[in-house]
């Protein structure tokens, strides 16, 4: 179990928050996406829940989780799916990507969703790795894609 950071605070998410979450996704990918988490934040915030969370220490936002709930054939009650979350990198092991997935299992839970799901790249071990931790198992299903021109 990861050592836990004192004084976090665990809040749904805000449009206002985008700034912050995209500082923390340049530390993460070195890449300028606002207009990924435009659309993001457009589908997401009054969506059919508010299911994306940040994690906030001394005011400032350090980590954060952005997820829809969305229909899958299988599940009478949908599934909540993961887009993506990070943390600042100066902000790791310390149990706040455990805590933004909890307040998001918690949430789904009080609204009957029975399931979360994330896409994960088979060489991403650090989050292979937490979500071990997490008790998050492998699923059935296969990515197939098609390389366009
Ligand atoms: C993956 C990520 C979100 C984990 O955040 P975090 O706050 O450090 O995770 P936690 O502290 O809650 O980790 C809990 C447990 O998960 C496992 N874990 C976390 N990061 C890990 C890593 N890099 N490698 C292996 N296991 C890891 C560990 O078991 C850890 O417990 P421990 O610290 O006691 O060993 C963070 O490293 C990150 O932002 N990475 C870059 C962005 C990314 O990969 N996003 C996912 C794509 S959508």
Do not use: W
Not at 60 to 67: K, S, T
Not at 125 to 139: A, P, Y
């Amino acid at each position: 179990m990861a050592a836990q950071i004192k004084d976090v605070l665990i809040r749904q998410m805000k449009e206002t928050d985008i700034d912050s979450i995209l500082d923390i996704d340049k530390k993460i990918s070195g890449l300028e996406r606002a207009f990924t988490y435009e659309n993001l934040f457009d589908s997401l915030i009054g969506g059919e829940i508010a299911c994306s969370f940040v994690a906030e220490v001394e005011d400032h936002v350090v980590g954060f989780i952005l997820a829809s709930v969305t229909y899958v054939p299988e599940e009478v009650t949908g599934a909540c799916m993961i887009q993506i979350l990070g943390v600042h990198p100066g902000y790791r092991r310390q149990g706040i990507a455990s805590r933004l997935i909890g307040a998001l299992a918690d949430i789904c839970s009080s609204k009957g969703i029975r399931e979360i799901r994330v896409m994960v790249d088979q060489h991403d071990t650090n989050l292979q790795g937490l979500l071990d931790t997490l008790d998050f198992r492998r699923g059935s299903i296969v990515n197939y894609s098609l390389a366009l021109p």
